[in-house]
Nanobody, 122 residues
Framework: QLQASGGGSVQAGGSLRLSCAVSGFAFDDYAIGWFRQAPGKDREGVACISNSVGRAYYADSMKGRFTISSDSAKNIVYLQLNSLQPDDTAVYYC?????????????????WGQGTQVTVSS
């Protein structure tokens, strides 16, 4: 099970930290990814991380402003969102990939959380 939280409403230039709490499976056996879906658009990958592989991967358009990290003691993956812009408004989802591919293809992700809403106003 994955539980995403931390979303909210901020003004442009603001920051949020999203959390994805993982339970029910071994945290280090999976890569955890963040995806987002804006109104009227397809879902897109943001970033993913694997403790066992020891690396993170970012979609090109997400590099620089967003940072993914994990706390294996708490079984939580974080997504720090900085310098937010109205185009970042979306529902953000976390998901788990048992193959730890560190790719952002939705079909690789077996488990999905319910999503958390991020709204950025100008």
């Amino acid at each position: 099970q994955l539980q995403a939280s931390g979303g909210g409403s901020v003004q442009a230039g603001g920051s949020l930290r999203l959390s994805c709490a993982v339970s029910g499976f071994a945290f280090d056996d999976y890569a955890i990814g963040w995806f987002r879906q804006a109104p009227g658009k397809d879902r897109e990958g943001v970033a993913c991380i694997s403790n066992s592989v020891g690396r993170a991967y970012y979609a090109d358009s997400m590099k620089g402003r967003f940072t993914i990290s994990s706390d294996s003691a708490k079984n939580i993956v974080y997504l720090q969102l900085n310098s937010l812009q109205p185009d970042d408004t979306a529902v953000y989802y976390c998901a788990a990939d048992r193959w730890r591919t560190l790719e952002l293809r939705e079909g690789l992700y077996e488990y999905w959380g319910q999503g958390t809403q991020v709204t950025v106003s100008s």
